[in-house]
Nanobody, 124 residues
């Protein structure tokens, strides 16, 4: 069956870095566009970054220049390199998948598969 399993979350100080991974299985990963979302306590879930099935990337304004999304189709794995972390980046981070490409900015409700999340906590 389809699985998306996130890992790499943790607690870091402001200015630190983390690298999130999302291991995908049960579907043709290379044919899917992938995205990272996050949700902080008391806030709405928001899109963070996305990578198309052909490798095109997009970012929210809040993380542009600090986060980098990438994918390894040979390993069926999605990554999110997070640098210069801020306390406001504290959230549960989720990866998600949708078949195809060319969607533009992706929303949570559009996605076909979702992971269970990994917690990122940034202290000041």
């Amino acid at each position: 069956q389809v699985q998306l399993v996130e890992s790499g979350g943790g607690s870091v100080q402001s200015g630190g870095s983390l690298r999130l991974s999302c291991a995908a299985s049960g579907f043709t990963y290379s044919s899917y566009s992938m995205a990272w979302f996050r949700q902080a306590p008391g806030k709405q879930r928001e899109g963070v970054a996305a990578v198309d099935s052909n490798g095109s990337t997009s970012y929210s304004d809040s993380v542009k220049g600090r986060f980098t999304i990438s994918r390894d189709n040979a390993k069926n794995t999605l990554y999110l390199q997070m640098n210069s972390l801020k306390p406001e980046d504290t959230a549960m981070y989720y990866c998600a998948a949708i078949r195809g490409r060319g969607y533009g900015w992706l929303t949570w409700s559009q996605m076909g598969y979702w992971g269970r999340g990994t917690q990122v906590t940034v202290s000041s």
